[in-house]
């Protein structure tokens, strides 16, 4: 059983960046590939990054990459996501989530936990 915790979500100007945290709990988190997907209302769930649990492979979405970073320290337990040149685009609610032994990275129906999300908003 592992619980995740967003923190760090909130109002930034565009072009501003922002960092999201992941707070986990539970065994083993090293062992499992964390992911990022974001949902705007009314809009599905989306693949946004994802990191394997040495750290050492990312994967990002088309629309993210160059911008955004994810990152993990299995020390603290924690994930996070460096998002920079933010657009209004980029809002949403970003949910992070912990895959066990999956392979499909970016498929949100991959992962076996959840957080509650956290809102970030990009005005103009």
């Known amino acids: 059983q592992v619980q995740l915790v967003e923190s760090g979500g909130g109002l930034v100007q565009a072009g501003g960046p922002l960092r999201l945290s992941c707070a986990a709990s539970g065994h083993f988190f090293s062992l499992y590939t964390m992911g990022w997907f974001r949902q705007a209302p009314g809009k599905e769930r989306e693949f946004v990054a994802a990191?394997?649990?040495?750290?050492?492979?990312?994967y990002y979405s088309d629309s993210v990459k160059g911008r955004f970073t994810i990152s993990r320290d299995n020390a603290k337990y924690t994930v996070y996501l460096q998002m920079n040149s933010l657009n209004p685009e980029d809002t949403a609610v970003y949910y992070c989530?912990?895959?066990?032994?999956?392979?499909?990275?970016?498929?949100?129906?991959?992962?076996?936990?959840w957080g509650q999300g956290t809102q970030v908003t990009v005005s103009s």
């Open positions: 989530a912990a895959d066990w032994r999956g392979t499909n990275y970016t498929d949100y129906a991959e992962y076996d936990y």
């Open positions: 990191t394997t649990g040495n750290g050492g492979s990312g």
